[in-house]
Structures are given as C-alpha cells and as structure tokens.
C-alpha cells in the first residue's frame, strides 16, 4: 500500500524527529532578548535546555513499550499533541516558569518522535533493508539542529524570540496533520502482544543493554548537539551580530 512505501514513512519519521530536534536549538540566539523580557541574567535561560532534555530522553522509556500495548500512531499523535500544548504554554503564560514548564512539556512530548524514530523503520524491514533505511533516516535529521539556529536568529532579528516558538507550533501542527493523514499503522494489533513480550523480557544482560541504550543515546547526543550549538560565535552569527 502506498502510504506504507519507503519514501512518505521516510519523510514522516524525519518531520517528527526534526520537531524535537529543532525545538533544542531554534531558541538559541534569542537568548538575550529572552533574558530582557523576563528580567532575568542569560545564564539562567541555561534551564530551559535541561528542563527539554530530561524529559525527552526519560519519556523514550515509557514511550516504547506503551507503543508495543497501544500502536505506534497512537503513541505519535499524542506525543505531537503533549508537544502543542507545552508550546502554547510559553507563548500564552508571559513567566519565566511558564517558560521552564512549557520547555519540559514539549520534551515529553518530542520524546515519542526520538522512540519512534527507529521503531517504525523496524517494523517494516529488518535485515539489509533495516540498515539502508536507518542510514538514510540518520543522514535526513542531521541537518535540522544545524538549520535551527539559523532560522531562529532570522526569526528573532525580524521579529521578537516569540517567532521562533510560532514556527514551532505552526511545524509541530502540520507534522500532527501530515500523520493523521498519511502516517500509517507499523505495528498491527496481531503483533502487539509479541512485541510488548519481546521488550520485556529480561533473559540476558545484553537485551537489558539494548533497551536502555536509544534513550540514553539520544540523551547524551542531545546535550552535545546543543551544547555545540550554544557556544558563542555560532550564536553571535546566527543573531546576526558578527
């Protein structure tokens, strides 16, 4: 069936990685016009980087086996919609917690991307193919943390920081649209019960390995990604201040 070719499932997965990606990098050369509005030193704004990265990688661990109970759809579209919600949060409560709060939401949220991100190319090929497409998902969501800073100095310099969290919302939105509409169901209610056992089971030491291993990796390569991103002459170019 077409909606279950490589090429839409490609792209989907690369939407709703990018989501998550983006939303830890995009705010970064507004900081100090965040730290005027809310009265508060620049250092501080550092928090809203681990409130979006701890949930995101410790939602990975819940987000997988309610995946292999309920669907991968379900667990997508809810994640999108924990995401819309936090960002709203920040745009709609002009507080420096609501700030805080609402990055820790959008983390909960953007986490069933980064989960579902492998799962879903799983389901569908194993083997040879399995290899291809992970390679080609990995080479697609490289660039998304990379652009993000870019667009969001552009963002901030036309208009004000708020910009960038519109754009967020605006892309989470279509991302949420464009899986209700072509995101198709990987795991079949007949296989959700072996896959809920096979996540479970605890035999040897190395399937324990795997199963902490995506969430702490995509943890860890969250925090170097946008620590990279923050370091000052990116951020100074990026505001357009070079």
């Known amino acids: 069936m077409y909606r279950h070719s490589f090429y839409p499932l490609f792209f989907l997965t690369i939407l709703m990685v990018a989501v998550g990606q983006m939303t830890q990098t995009l705010y970064v050369p507004s900081i100090p016009m965040m730290a005027g509005d809310f009265h508060v030193a620049s250092g501080q704004l550092q928090a809203v980087m681990a409130c979006y990265l701890i949930p995101y990688g410790l939602s990975q661990f819940v987000y997988g086996?309610?995946?292999?109970?309920?669907?991968?759809?379900?667990?997508?579209?809810?994640?999108?919609?924990?995401?819309?919600v936090g960002t709203l949060t920040i745009q709609l409560i002009p507080h420096f917690a609501a700030l805080l709060a609402g990055s820790f939401?959008?983390?909960?949220?953007?986490?069933?991307?980064?989960?579902?991100?492998r799962t879903v190319m799983r389901d569908r090929y194993s083997g040879a193919e399995l290899n291809r497409a992970n390679s080609l998902v990995s080479m697609g969501v490289i660039f998304s943390p990379l652009l993000a800073p870019v667009l969001g100095g552009w963002l901030t310099e036309l208009f004000n920081w708020r910009a960038g969290y519109w754009f967020l919302f605006g892309f989470g939105a279509l991302t949420t649209l464009a899986l209700l509409a072509w995101f198709g169901e990987t795991l079949p209610a007949s296989a959700r019960?072996?896959?809920?056992?096979?996540?479970?089971?605890?035999?040897?030491?190395?399937?324990?390995?795997?199963?902490?291993?995506?969430?702490?990796?995509?943890?860890?390569?969250?925090?170097?990604?946008?620590?990279?991103?923050?370091?000052?002459?990116?951020y100074i170019l990026c505001a357009g201040r070079a």
Do not use: K, Y
């Not at 991968?72 to 579209?77: D, Q, Y």
């Open 193 to 234: 019960s072996a896959a809920f056992s096979a996540r479970c089971e605890v035999n040897s030491p190395s399937a324990a390995i795997w199963r902490w291993r995506m969430p702490v990796r995509c943890t860890i390569h969250s925090s170097l990604v946008s620590r990279i991103a923050s370091r000052s002459l990116l």
């Open 65 to 84: 086996p309610l995946s292999d109970r309920i669907g991968r759809r379900p667990v997508l579209l809810i994640g999108m919609m924990v995401f819309l």
């Open 105 to 117: 939401i959008q983390g909960l949220g953007t986490g069933a991307g980064g989960a579902m991100s």
